[in-house]
């Protein structure tokens, strides 16, 4: 890792913008309180104002970093694990020089513990993601969804022992729903802001392969992302009450630019 004077002036937002698009049903579990008899037994999160499903930023963030970090924890685990007792735990997840860390952040109480209050740490923001317009409508007035917005596919989970069958009703957000998603990356005082930029599309990229929500290894989950637009705004900007501009510094990966019917 690379030893960077790095400071707590803030010197610069990068805004990236694009959509989520469900691949096939989404479940992330909201709160079964006030179903009524015959609902869902998984019910996914919603709006409580609109009743609208939406992606929580803390599950996007989450597993992006969870990825993130099964990728490049082997990259120094070797290395390090016979000098370094407890590696993983205490040297990649809470070093503030890791760029992850950088990105991610870690918790208030390794901050204290090891007095890193004059050091910024956790540079991303991740937005919830909110249906489109367009979306929010065609699920809404679609005649064939079980719930409001929503599809229920019925599971079996079969007991090995008895081979009795335990039927199981799973709530999600049916394939073909796209979502509107925002990042904004802190940039720093001495921040190597394309680094910080390209994890952020590596974790996306990752999520992409993987699954998000729950029940990814039975079908659940799978996710087109598509980064629409760069935008940063600097300290003259603020100064002069400017809007965003556009961010040419770092080049959208190929597999997350914009493909046409992506998000239609």
Not at 35 to 48: E, F, K, L
Not at 150 to 160: G, L, M, Q, S, Y
């Amino acid at each position: 890792m690379e030893n960077q004077m790095i400071t707590g002036k803030l010197v610069k937002k990068i805004q990236v913008q694009g959509f989520i698009k469900a691949l096939t049903g989404l479940h992330i579990g909201g709160s079964n309180l006030g179903m009524s008899i015959g609902g869902a037994d998984a019910t996914v999160v919603r709006n409580p104002l609109t009743n609208e499903p939406y992606i929580p930023g803390s599950s996007l963030k989450g597993k992006m970093r969870a990825l993130l970090e099964r990728v490049h924890v082997g990259e120094q685990y070797a290395e390090n694990f016979s000098k370094v007792p407890n590696f993983v735990e205490n040297f990649v997840f809470h070093d503030i020089r890791h760029p992850i860390v950088q990105l991610f952040g870690t918790t208030p109480e390794e901050v204290r513990k090891r007095d890193l209050a004059d050091q910024p740490v956790g540079r991303l923001i991740v937005r919830d993601c909110l249906l489109t317009r367009k979306s929010a409508q065609r699920l809404f007035g679609s005649k064939t969804t079980d719930m409001p917005y929503t599809e229920v596919k019925t599971e079996v989970a079969i007991d090995r022992v008895t081979s009795a069958a335990v039927p199981r009703q799973l709530e999600r957000v049916p394939a073909g729903a796209v979502f509107r998603m925002e990042h904004i990356i802190n940039v720093y005082e001495g921040d190597d802001e394309s680094r910080l930029l390209n994890l952020l599309f590596e974790g996306l990229l990752l999520l992409q392969n993987d699954y998000l929500g729950g029940k990814g290894s039975r079908g659940s989950g799978q996710v087109r992302i598509v980064v629409g637009r760069l935008r940063y705004k600097d300290r003259s900007i603020y100064e002069e009450r400017g809007d965003w501009q556009p961010y040419e510094a770092v080049t959208i990966p190929q597999e997350l630019q914009v493909r046409s019917r992506t998000v239609s």
